[in-house]
């Protein structure tokens, strides 16, 4: 079993030499925290992209979806807070001279304790099998009890500290843990400071202030400019959302863990707006709904779970994250923040347009208040790519490292593949493939043996491969074979588009 580190490191070569990801201007040395997408890797990322496009848009009535522009008139960020509080809090380490988040330093301490108790509960499992209870374990254990008490009261510090942005209290936390620079072991710090995210350009032929734009930190703000128009013209009722996919930018103070957190990536947000008054339930509505959306791709529960915010967004009053258990422990994938009427309200304020719904049950009007569902798309396709990646040991001794990427998300869905280069099986593989192609990315592929094609494949993450052989031309039958379980079996022809419909459906997952 490979360390948690050296399990992203085979990830991310693998990524590269497959053709998933690529760091971006490689030629020029690459440009930190920002990633190409390969051509694979490109085909999940849109895969992924349709999944949640048709989850909330297609399959809700009542949730439409817009694309809106990324620069925006610069008093957007000013009325949404970010120009003042969009802020993370900075410390430099004096002798190694490396930059960190003053909140993940202490957050990954926090993970490291966690981590102890994982591994005693791992310890406990084995030993007591079947008979092992982990509510009444985590209860009564006393390690884990007081590994549990120290990460609640560090948390309590951190969070009246981050909710009071109360700089020196957090240097004061750092240096009470004894938290060291993880480059060169020292424990002598900056002051922590706060720096803001946004990064900033000029529109039009003259460079000074008054030109000064940003680019969208988030995408949610493109939604809420647009609330009037897409009411109006689209007569929608509350409760509606709006829902939208596009890039966003930050200037990530500490850029690792591989496109985890990136300068330039892409959101999938919708904004559900509710009536005052509704919010927390549309609030736990959404949170259901959105681990449900997880949970259908087939990944073990084990790997999800619920965290609630330490500290709240400026125009949050009640958020949680789902977190998946990446290679570098739990961390966050996607938000559920109930927003309010912040952002509406703020825009009113700022731009003097009324902006306010009608609702004709109540016979009045009012700014509705809004729960957001927020997701980076690469993050997503970090947790897909980082579950799928599996080296696995076979009977025969020989190894194989397999994507086992959720079938309908894969980027290639069938491999068609002659056994060999003559007598009439390639133009029969191709004919094959001519017959799928408008419904399914399909590869064709009739170089070296055929063991080495399926390891090809299986490291791409293809769920099915059609071979075709000698008895194909006799009696119209293929030989399937399921990436998975490596089982092959013999089907006609004219069985494919029902086998794969059953296998490889981006539908099975919406319904
Ligand atoms: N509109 C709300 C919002 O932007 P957020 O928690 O800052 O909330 C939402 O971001 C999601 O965007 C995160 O859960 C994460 O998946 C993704 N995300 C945020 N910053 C990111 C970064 N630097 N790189 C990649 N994904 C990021």
Redesign the pocket.
Known sequence: MKKNEDNLKAIIGHAKEYGFVFPSSEIYDGLSAVYDYGQYGSELKRNIKEYWWKSMVQMHENIVGIDAAIFMHPTTWKASGHVDAFNDPLIDNKDSKKRYRADVLIEDYIAKIEAKIEKEIAKAQKRFGEAFDLEQFKSTNPNVLRNQKKIDEINASFKEAMNNEDMPAIKQLIEDLGIACPVSGSKNWTDVRQFNLMFSTEIGSVADEANKIYLR????QGIFVNFLNVYKTGRMRIPFGIAQIGK?F?N?IVARQF?????E?E?M?MQFFVRPGEEMKWYEYWKETRIKWHKKLGIPDEFYRFHDHVKL?HYANAAA?IEFKFPMGFK????I?SRTDFDLKQHEKYSGKKLQYFDPELNKSYVPYVV?T???L???FLAILSYAYQEEKLEDGSQRIVLKIPAPLAPVKVAVLPLVKKDGLPEKAREIIDSLKADYYCQYDEKDSIGKRYRRQDAIGTPVCITVDHQSLEDNTVTIRDRDTMQQERIALDEIEKLLKQKVDLKNLLV
């Not at 930190?217 to 949610?220: D, I, L, M, V």
């Not at 966050?332 to 938000?335: H, S």
Request: charged residues 40%; glycine residues 6%.
């Open positions: 930190p988030e995408t949610a966003a930050r990530e496109i985890f957190r990136m300068r990536f959101q947000e967004a994250d966050e994938l996607e938000g923040h957001e927020s997701i980076g690469d993050r997503m």
